[in-house]
């Protein structure tokens, strides 16, 4: 069905909530404070987030911001306020619907299920990690403040990697993304890439950190590596 991320401070709630979806099909974490959703958010790659706007750390407008700086899953934020100004801000931070707690879980589940059904959209044009700027629209990188020259095979194959932050990606997933083309099994195309970009984004090739192998898996672009 997909995963979704709870990002709710009521850890009571937040478990109701995840008990009913995962009743539903769904994989379900949790995360309860505003200052962790955004790692967790990349750590779990969700395919929506159920995101409260009133919580410790970070308020759910700033994690909104946050998220829609390098991703555009779908966020329906819940609030126990029903003033018109939240929704607005809310919408206006990126949230894609909005419900008043307390709502009943059949109505959260449509919700959900109306969301996960629109089109999917485009992960931002605009990354960033740290000291890392990706730019699609510009087709630019910057690293610490300098530009990094990428051939364009390179420049697509770093943002397949970053725009999946978190996930291992196969080399016949980034093969896919990258020339739209299935992995052959013999073709060395992909590790030649992500050694040339180990070495233009200062990432050790002896012990990577930052573009990480995982064993008999792919490739990880690894956002606590750089920071953030």
Not at 76 to 98: F, P
Not at 109 to 119: D, E, F, M, T
Not at 194 to 212: A, E, F, G, M, T
Request: a negative charge; one cysteine or more; proline letters at 5%.
């Amino acid at each position: 069905m997909g995963k979704i991320l709870i990002v709710e401070d009521d850890l009571k709630l937040a478990r109701l909530m995840g008990r009913f979806l995962e009743q539903h099909g769904f994989e379900v974490a949790e995360c309860h404070r505003g200052d962790e959703a955004t790692e967790a958010c990349r750590r779990f790659a969700p395919d929506l987030i159920v995101l409260d706007l009133m919580l410790p750390g970070r308020d759910g407008l700033q994690v909104c911001r946050d998220v829609r700086s390098f991703s555009m899953t779908p966020i329906l934020m819940q609030t126990a306020r029903e003033e018109d100004v939240d929704q607005i801000l809310g919408l206006e931070s990126g949230a894609d619907d909005y419900v008043i707690k307390p709502v009943e879980p059949p109505v959260l589940l449509a919700r959900i299920r109306a969301l996960l059904r629109r089109p999917s959209m485009a992960v931002a044009d605009c990354l960033r990690f740290g000291p890392l700027t990706i730019d699609r629209g510009k087709r630019v990188v910057v690293l610490d403040g300098g530009e990094v020259e990428l051939s364009t095979v390179e420049f697509e194959t770093l943002w397949a990697l970053a725009s999946h932050a978190g996930q291992v990606l196969s080399r016949d997933d980034i093969m896919n993304l990258v020339r739209g083309i299935d992995f052959n099994g013999l073709d060395r195309s992909v590790d030649v890439c992500v050694s040339k970009l180990r070495r233009k984004l200062n990432d050790d090739p002896r012990d990577p950190r930052r573009i990480k192998t995982v064993w008999g898996r792919g490739y990880l672009f690894s956002t606590p590596d750089w920071g953030v």
